[in-house]
């Protein structure tokens, strides 16, 4: 399988530094859309033709997707693009669910005013006619949205969340997208419902809520892609992650 050019945008040469990241941005765009489908074989050379650039920028940029997990080394420079793995969205999963869940219990007690109000100009966002017609627009908002809610958990937390949201959003785009009427819908009313649990201040809540919210969609995805697989281990993170969140309210009880 080659790259189609036309999927791609002109790359802008006159900033050297900027182009391996420019060439990076296009592709794990691409890749996370669905454009370029997993399995597709990715030469150096071949990238660079499409691009219009040297291989130098071509090879960091490919570098920096495999250190993202959305490509895997392969013999004579060339690189494939992750396959739709269970194991790995179980894994994806396990994790988000567990550090989610305490990253929005954690901001939802360091909550501000600023971020609140940034909070639910997302949420309306989402629930607009203009995010319901859009796929584009809703990934967008759905993306800042879950970005917002662990904003206050700390650099090293929400950058490890910004990595996994980004490997898990492939796999949503292919169970989702404007081929699918009413693709927005089964998240919407979890999304208000987490919304209010934060500005009532009740982190535990939030929490559970976060957890539940990852799970559904993750089983979700499972059965889509792999129905014959075993989620007893996410099932397993999800109670985990709803006990901890139930020990936030016993030790705010406490205070």
């Known amino acids: 399988m080659t790259l189609e050019p036309a999927i791609f945008q002109p790359i ?52 920096m997707l495999q250190e993202g997990g959305l490509l895997v080394g392969e013999p004579n420079h060339r690189s494939r693009v992750v396959g739709f793995d269970p194991k790995d969205i179980e894994a994806l999963y396990m994790k988000r669910v567990l550090l989610e869940a305490l990253g929005v219990a954690i901001t939802t007690r360091r909550m501000t005013p600023p971020l609140m109000a940034r909070l639910e100009e997302t949420i309306r966002g989402l629930e607009s006619e ?27 937390m929400t950058e490890d969340l910004a990595g996994l949201e980004l490997r898990s959003a492939r796999y949503q785009s292919a169970n ?52 014959e697989y075993d989620t007893a281990r996410l099932r397993d993170s999800l109670h985990f992650a709803i006990a901890g969140a139930r020990g936030v309210a016993v030790a705010d009880g406490r205070r």
Not at 40 to 57: C, N, Y
Not at 141 to 153: C, D, F, G, K, N
Not at 186 to 214: M, N
């Open 176 to 227: 989702k997208g404007a081929h699918l009427p009413g693709w927005w819908q089964r998240g919407e009313a979890e999304h208000r419902s987490l919304f209010d649990a934060i500005a009532k201040g009740d982190a535990a809540l939030a929490g559970e809520l976060a957890a539940r919210h990852l799970a559904r969609t993750a089983l979700e995805l499972l059965a889509a892609l792999a129905p």
């Open 130 to 156: 203009e995010s319901h017609r859009d796929f584009e627009c809703w990934r967008t908002l759905h993306r800042r949205l879950h970005q917002l809610i662990v904003s206050e958990s700390g650099s090293s």
């Open 12 to 63: 802008d040469k006159a900033d050297k530094r900027r182009t391996a990241v420019e060439v990076y941005e296009s592709l794990r765009e691409s890749i996370l859309s669905g454009d370029v489908k997993p399995g597709t074989i990715l030469s150096q050379v071949e990238v660079a033709r499409v691009f219009d650039v040297s291989r130098t920028p071509v090879r960091e940029a490919m570098r």
